[in-house]
């Protein structure tokens, strides 16, 4: 018995090993991926969670099941998911996300499944998964590793630094929170491991140039130090509380003149989404559809507000760069009190295991952070929101023991799930190869084959994109007229996009919708010289000579906040076009 009893600790520790090595290898699996074939990154994350969850399942012995808040009300928000999903949702829903949530769904379990001697493990998988993502800044700021984005040196496995900082913050304050722990129980050797790692993270997390991460560190870090330091809120005098509130909107002020524009474009967005939230304050428009909502209702606003002061950092978006704004706009006042009453409840008085400090700390990071950014497009972000708090001790409502008919059952399902991954995979990887080998050499019979495959992927966005700019690129003008309507209505909708549509209905004689088209993108971004042009040249090409004539005037006074080439080029051809009018008046 001592044996098997040996044995079977060891194989206990292997999957909270296993588990461990996924978050520190998360990021990277990411960062292998083309965009186009990112989708492969998610399923590789939810087969290496359900491999490690059918190990736990039918190796490790059974434990009691443990129930508390926190786990009712996530069962309850993703109950309304589903249903916001089924009978709120406009239109049909790439299958990509409901694999991500599954696998985030996993990762949970397996959070909640390990004993809490085990959590400093995977406590420390995060914080080695920081130092990593912060060897592989370092690498990029010294030429060593490219960048993931033309404009930023340094960006890790992610695309801007933004997710970037906001991932480094997480991992930082856990490593701090430990620290602090090790310091506590006068653990010397321990603190200065972690007091290291934390430095390292840090050094990286400056320069990823993100204020939301900053401001996440500011907040986390002052939380933890009150609790090391038994300071509760209410025991702190008033004049301390003003002090702070000062110094809180001084820090404020601060990160918002640093970089203004980007500020100002971010208050926009929050403005027109509140408009979003009100016309389906209840249920939400449903879940996936605020990309293809907020430029028109962007669009709306400017209508309204034609002398806005954010008319000059307005452009395309389809992120609303804050969390909660955006399960409010996608779910209602239903999904955001649920979501909402979840994360607080992480927050009770209850003991919540020796480890809560850390775990408290990096979700306070991370919901500080996800008010300014868009954690939940990022999965390694996003997996955070299942492993932290799954990793807490909360006071359990009811315990019972799984039986083995329930234990078969979670294992029947994680393989059926997987079976229905391996084949939306292979859907997946079919569209990809053939519009990769439709945009290497276009022709009839290579874009018949996308066609073919066009209804398995036909809401995914970056499949989309891909196709429809292609199309577009390659004169298929009657194609892009039964492909950009779709991609508009249930994916994402651009001014860009739309003159492109434009374009093609005026290449078939479809003026009044290309007139159409080009008017909304004008509306969509009010500062864009190109949507004007392209009314121009519709009017010069119908031969309306008065409103070409007034479109052609409006353009060469139009101020241009950056001038290039087009700019110049555009503005050249309507003072062109104005001196021939002249010349013919003659």
């Avoid at 653990?187 to 400056?206: E, Q």
């Avoid at 509380?241 to 474009?265: N, P, R, T």
């Avoid at 042009?533 to 409006?554: K, N, P, V």
Wanted: aromatic letters at 12%.
């Amino acid at each position: 018995s001592n044996l098997c009893r040996i044995g079977m600790k060891k194989v206990r520790y292997l999957v909270y090993g296993l588990f461990g090595g996924f978050v520190v290898l998360c990021p990277l699996v990411f960062d292998c991926f083309s965009a186009l074939c990112r989708f492969r990154a998610a399923f590789v994350c939810l087969y290496a969670l359900g491999f490690i969850f059918l190990l736990k399942a039918l190796l490790v012995p059974g434990r009691r099941l443990r129930i508390a808040l926190p786990d009712v009300l996530l069962a309850l928000y993703l109950s309304w998911g589903a249903c916001n999903l089924l009978f709120v949702k406009a239109g049909g829903t790439d299958a990509l996300p409901i694999f991500e949530w599954i696998s985030l769904l996993l990762g949970y379990l397996l959070a909640r499944s390990v004993p809490e001697r085990a959590v400093p493990l995977v406590l420390g998988a995060i914080v080695c998964s920081g130092c990593v993502q912060a060897a592989v800044g370092f690498l990029q700021w010294l030429d060593v590793l490219p960048s993931n984005h033309n404009l930023f040196p340094v960006t890790g496995s992610f695309m801007n630094p933004g997710p970037y900082g906001g991932y480094l913050a997480v991992c930082w304050v856990v490593g701090a929170g430990l620290a602090i722990r090790a310091v506590r129980r006068r653990r010397w050797p321990s603190a200065a491991g972690w007091a290291v790692a934390v430095l390292v993270v840090g050094c990286l997390l400056a320069l990823s140039d993100s204020r939301a991460a900053w401001l996440a560190v500011l907040l986390a870090l002052a939380w933890l130090l009150c609790r090391a330091a038994g300071i509760r809120w209410t025991g702190i005098p008033v004049g301390l509380k003003i002090a702070a509130a000062v110094v809180f909107a001084g820090v404020l002020c601060a990160l918002y003149g640093y970089k203004k524009g980007s500020a100002d474009a971010r208050l926009l967005i929050w403005r027109v989404s509140c408009r979003m939230f009100v016309e389906s304050p209840v249920t939400g428009s449903g879940i996936a559809s605020y990309a293809s909502r907020y430029m028109d209702a962007q669009s709306e606003y400017f209508a309204e507000n034609p002398q806005s002061p954010f008319l000059d950092v307005a452009g395309n978006n389809h992120r609303a760069f804050n969390e909660f704004i955006r399960v409010g706009c996608e779910q209602g006042a239903v999904g955001l009190l649920l979501a909402g009453g979840f994360l607080l409840s992480l927050f009770g008085k209850s003991r919540a295991g020796r480890f809560r400090d850390p775990i408290r700390g990096g979700i306070l990071a991370l919901l500080v952070f996800s008010f300014f950014s868009y954690t939940s497009d990022i999965y390694p972000l996003k997996f955070y929101y299942a492993l932290l708090p799954g990793l807490l001790r909360l006071r359990p409502l009811r315990t019972a023991t799984v039986p083995a008919v329930g234990r078969g059952v979670a294992v029947a399902l994680v393989l059926a799930v997987a079976g229905m991954a391996v084949r939306f995979q292979g859907r997946y990887e079919r569209a990809s190869g053939r519009l990769q080998d439709y945009m290497r050499s276009p022709s009839e019979e290579s874009l018949n084959r996308v066609k073919d495959c066009l209804p398995d992927v036909i809401y995914h966005p970056g499949f989309m994109w891909e196709y429809c700019r292609h199309l577009y690129l390659n004169r298929r003008y009657c194609d892009c007229l039964g492909v950009f309507p779709v991609y508009h209505a249930h994916v994402r909708k651009t001014s860009e996009t739309l003159c492109d549509l434009g374009n093609a209905y005026l290449n078939v004689y479809g003026f009044r919708e290309a007139e159409a088209c080009f008017a909304q993108a004008r509306q969509m971004i009010p500062t864009r010289i190109y949507p004007r042009y392209c009314l121009f040249r519709l009017y010069r090409s119908q031969g309306d000579t008065l409103r070409a004539r007034q479109t052609a005037e409006a353009l060469v006074a139009f101020p241009v906040r950056i001038m290039n080439s087009t700019s110049i080029r555009i503005k050249a051809e309507a003072r062109n076009y104005l001196k021939h009018l002249r010349r013919n008046d003659w």
